[in-house]
């Protein structure tokens, strides 16, 4: 049994678990300048239940890649020091402003900001980080070999700007789900345009990335390659085409559920372009792993606590299920 190939695809369902679940709640704090107070109120309710949850994801995926691939750890976080400590600290900002906006009403204000400003922080210090890994590390023997701004380059930029793009649009259309009124109008028109922004930048970074590597234009273009790979833009384009016809018809359910379809599609394109690197180029999956014996034991635990944090998740958001408004929620 390949061990090594089953915890790189439960750690990638623990990363697209997080892009999905933190994406829009992230979304929707870079949306909150956008919103008058009575609207911030009823946006802050639609995910204050299931934010922290939603967080969980994120300490499983890079927990599980410090146990199951430390020599992938032990080059990659060199690499991104930077962009991951401002993550953290954004991911605090958030936190903190949750709950202490609902505590004051003379300095709230600072709260809606360190709440957008956190949220939007960490959003485009992922972004930074996908850019970082795409482009490639330099790796000389078993560590890293390159500069400490090495993850600072037009490319990682552009990334961190179609992350931020795609987490607004998840935000938005989520609004769109779980408010009514005058606000859910509202963002129908602002969802359309966050569509085409999202759409447009990762058209160009999914462009911008073979034409950067050649084993990358090598593994999408070359036939028959070229023939099995093409079902990802033509499921995307659907998936577009859907986006964009649910928002104008007012089905903000589908048009969430089209926003997940494009980032996977767009998940699933820059895994196949890595495949099977974990360090781009210089360190596969098999040669990162741990012993074949850490990994059956990690996978025995894996196993039973799986399943209870999909489970507890699923449970959270059925309980909150429905619209929410400004004057009923769960600090209420």
Known sequence: MDYALIWAGLIAFAVLAYVILDGFDLGVGILFP??????????????APIWDGNETWLI????GLFAVFPLAYAVVMPAVYAPIIAMLLGLIFRGVAFEYRYRTKAGRYLWDWSF????????????????????????DGRQYAGGWFDWLSPFTVFCGI?????YTLLGGCWLLVKTSGHLEQMLYARCKKLTLWFLGTIGIVSVWLPLMSEPIAQRWFSFPNSLLFFVIPAVSAWCAYELWHSLNV???LRAYFCTLGLYLMAFAGFAISVFP???????TLWEAAAPDNS?????AGAVILLPMIIAYTAYSYWVFRGKVSSDEGYHE
């Not at 956008?34 to 995910?47: E, P, R, V, W, Y």
């Not at 690197?277 to 360190?283: A, G, S």
């Open 277 to 283: 690197y974990l360090v781009p180029r210089e360190i």
């Open 34 to 47: 956008t919103l008058n107070d009575h609207d911030k109120d009823s946006a802050m309710n639609s995910i």
């Open 250 to 252: 007012q089905k903000p």
């Open 295 to 299: 990994l059956k034991f990690l996978l």
């Open 116 to 139: 957008c400003g956190g949220s939007l922080t960490a959003t485009f210090s992922q972004g930074l980080i996908l850019g970082t890994l795409l482009q490639g590390i330099e790796v």
């Open 162 to 166: 179609a992350v931020t793009f795609g």
């Open 60 to 63: 499983l995926g890079g927990g």
